[in-house]
């Protein structure tokens, strides 16, 4: 089993920044592909960033690209989601994902990570 706690919500003005964490522990390794979603009030869990095991390789939802950052610390077993530009369409529920494909592509189309993290709450006012 993977363990996921992700930290770094809050409540920031339109254009403003956040950084979110994500600690995996447990049964982890280096070679787990991991992600981020969000998930709004009353609407479905959506793709946000995805990063491959060597971090050599990131994906991005169109909504997010040239905002958000997802990077590791692979000695840390850390994913982080730099966002920068934020608007207030990007409030939600932040979580982080983790499974042991190693081919991120494959997780993005078929929506099938194993592991979450309970998220946290990103806001964004106007």
């Known amino acids: 089993q993977v363990q996921l706690v992700e930290s770094g919500g809050g409540s920031v003005p339109a254009g403003g920044s956040l950084r979110l964490t994500c600690a995996a522990s447990g049964r982890t390794s280096s070679s787990i592909t991991m992600g981020w979603f969000r998930q709004a009030p009353g609407r479905q869990r959506d793709f946000v960033a995805a990063i491959n095991w060597s971090g050599g390789s990131t994906f991005y939802a169109d909504s997010v690209k040239g905002r958000f950052t997802i990077s590791r610390d692979s000695v840390k077993n850390t994913v982080y989601l730099q966002m920068h530009g934020l608007k207030p369409e990007d409030t939600a529920n932040y979580y982080c994902?983790?499974?042991?494909?190693?081919?991120?592509?494959?997780?993005?189309?078929?929506?099938?990570?194993?592991?979450w993290g309970q998220g946290t709450q990103v806001t964004v006012f106007s």
């Open positions: 994902a983790a499974d042991r494909e190693p081919d991120p592509v494959v997780l993005i189309s078929t929506g099938r990570w194993t592991y």
